[in-house]
Every structure is written in structure tokens, then in C-alpha cells.
């Protein structure tokens, strides 16, 4: 189902998550303080705006109450992003992520409400360690505890030149197909069931982490 998500902070992780949100055919409201980061991100998201996100009228004016989710990317600023999470969830965002710099961060953060708390670097960590050990996985993202979003290079003959519902990833594995990455690099965002799978394909699926395993180990047999 398609939801609406805004991203406050327009950094390294912040900007990650927007390309990637848009890529999966999602809409994005971006901001930022510095005019030149949305500038850079004006034609990337559905909406890129220049505003103060510490300013609670400027997040009123912008109608963040109205967004299923809510990521809170600001960098190095801790006050700032605890002073935030904080005003969007009193506003009532149902979903709201936060980042955080250190333990002690993460854990104000959940003391003040964020849904979920990631740490950049312990999660990319996580990332790396799954493609150090398989070479179907070529992207892993944790979205709690029990789900991931993987991105797996289809690499089994027994899977080319089938259609998704002949695969039927979600009755076999618990899986989700949300876009098909063509080896041309064209992208295919909520694929139908008529969509067939090729050979070089990359499946961007979501699901239980020990389901993307299972298909993992499947692409080898």
C-alpha cells in the first residue's frame, strides 16, 4: 500500500532513505535547513522544502500531522533532533524513526516516544555482514527485529522465466515482491503477478529476516 513519508534532514542517511523511498514508488515530502541540499534533492522527492524543523509552526504549516511516517535524519545536532522527534509525535505521527549519534541519544529518544531508533553505523554493519555471507544479498536493511528489506540477485535457473505468481514468493516464503530490478536497470515498482522474472533480475522484497534467508538458501540449491 502506498504511504506518504517525510524526512527531516537531508544528510548522507537522511538523503539514502529518500532515493530509496522514491525508487519504491512512495511520495516524500524532504526537508532541510540548508537550501543547498534541497536543491540537490528538488527533482529526487515528491516535495523538497527549505524550513526550520526546531520552528513547531513550520512543521504545522507543512502538515506533518498528516503523514503516516515520519524519519527525524538530522546529523550532529542531538538537541535538535530529540526537540523534534519529540513535537511530531505530541502532533500525532503514528510512525516516527529517529536517528541516532550514541546509546545514550537512542535512548532519550525512546524515552520521549520514536517508534523506532536506528544507529547508522551498527545497522550498516548488519548490511555489510549479510553480503559478506551471501552472494544473492547484494542490499539488507533491518526494519525492527523480525523484518528486513533485501534486495537478492536471482541467480537459480529454476526461477528465470517465471511469473511471480507462478513463484508465488508469499504462499513459498512469507514474502513480499515490492520492485524488480532489471539487469538494464530499469526498475519495477509493485510488480503484477503477471511480471516475469528474468535471468540478471534483482528481487527487492520485504518480510520476516529469516524468510529472506530461507530464500537465500534456496536461490543456491
Do not use: W
Amino acid at each position: 500500500m502506498r504511504q506518504n513519508y517525510a524526512i527531516i534532514g537531508l544528510g548522507r542517511f537522511g538523503g539514502s532513505i529518500c532515493r530509496t523511498l522514491v525508487e519504491s514508488g512512495q511520495e516524500v515530502l524532504a526537508i532541510d535547513s540548508s537550501e543547498d541540499r534541497v536543491n540537490e534533492y528538488m527533482n529526487i522527492a515528491t516535495h523538497a522544502v527549505v524550513g526550520n524543523a526546531q520552528d513547531e509552526m513550520t512543521l504545522r504549516s507543512l502538515g506533518i500531522r498528516n503523514f503516516d511516517h515520519v524519519i527525524v535524519a538530522i546529523g550532529e545536532d542531538i538537541q535538535a533532533s530529540i526537540l523534534v522527534t519529540l513535537m511530531v509525535k505530541e502532533m500525532g505521527v503514528p510512525n516516527v524513526v529517529a536517528k541516532a549519534q550514541n546509546e545514550y541519544h537512542a535512548r532519550v529518544l525512546e524515552k520521549i516516544g520514536a517508534d523506532r531508533v536506528v544507529h547508522p553505523e551498527r545497522d550498516m554493519g548488519v548490511r555489510i555482514a549479510h553480503n559478506l555471507v551471501s552472494k544473492n544479498i547484494l542490499d539488507f536493511v533491518e526494519l525492527s527485529d523480525e523484518f528486513s528489506l533485501a534486495e537478492i540477485r536471482v541467480a537459480n535457473p529454476r526461477f528465470f522465466n517465471k511469473s511471480l505468481l507462478e513463484l508465488n514468493f508469499r504462499q513459498k516464503f512469507g514474502l513480499t515482491v515490492v520492485a524488480i530490478r532489471r539487469g538494464d536497470g530499469k526498475v519495477v515498482v509493485s510488480p503484477a503477478a503477471s511480471e516475469i522474472v528474468r535471468e540478471n533480475d534483482n528481487l527487492l522484497v520485504i518480510g520476516s529476516t529469516d524468510e529472506v534467508d530461507l530464500l537465500d538458501e534456496k536461490l543456491n540449491d
